[in-house]
């Protein structure tokens, strides 16, 4: 079955800019709109950006990073990337990237593949 890894997270300072990589195996991505959400401690799980299948490739932002955050997809290496410039104390959270067919969906219910992490803090 599909499994998702995430990876690019750790300590970064405010302002930094790093790279999420979701990268899949077991399956491609191209059918699949991908999503990136993030928990901290003490929240609820929030979605904060997602890419539409690779045949349309539509994105979407949470009001919290547009214009910070930018989500892409190289097919060729069945990975998505969200890149995150400008960071603030207030993203620190765990970062998962889900699954979901075609179309970005609204409902957090609709995504069906999820990875296990990775820990983005950010703090001077």
């Known amino acids: 079955q599909l499994q998702l890894v995430e990876s690019g997270g750790g300590l970064v300072q405010p302002g930094g800019s790093p790279r999420l990589s979701c990268v899949a195996s077991?399956?491609?991505?191209?059918?699949?709109?991908v999503g990136w959400f993030r928990q901290a401690p003490g929240k609820e799980r929030e979605g904060v950006s997602c890419i539409d299948s690779s045949y349309g490739g539509n994105t979407h932002y949470a009001d919290s990073v547009k214009g910070r955050f930018t989500i892409s997809r190289d097919n060729a290496k069945n990975t998505v990337y969200l890149r995150m410039n400008s960071v603030k104390p207030e993203d620190t959270a765990v970062y998962y990237c889900a699954t979901a067919p075609w179309v970005c969906p609204t409902a957090e219910l609709e995504y069906d593949h999820w990875g296990q992490g990775t820990q983005v803090t950010v703090s001077s």
């Open positions: 077991g399956g491609t991505l191209d059918t699949y709109a």
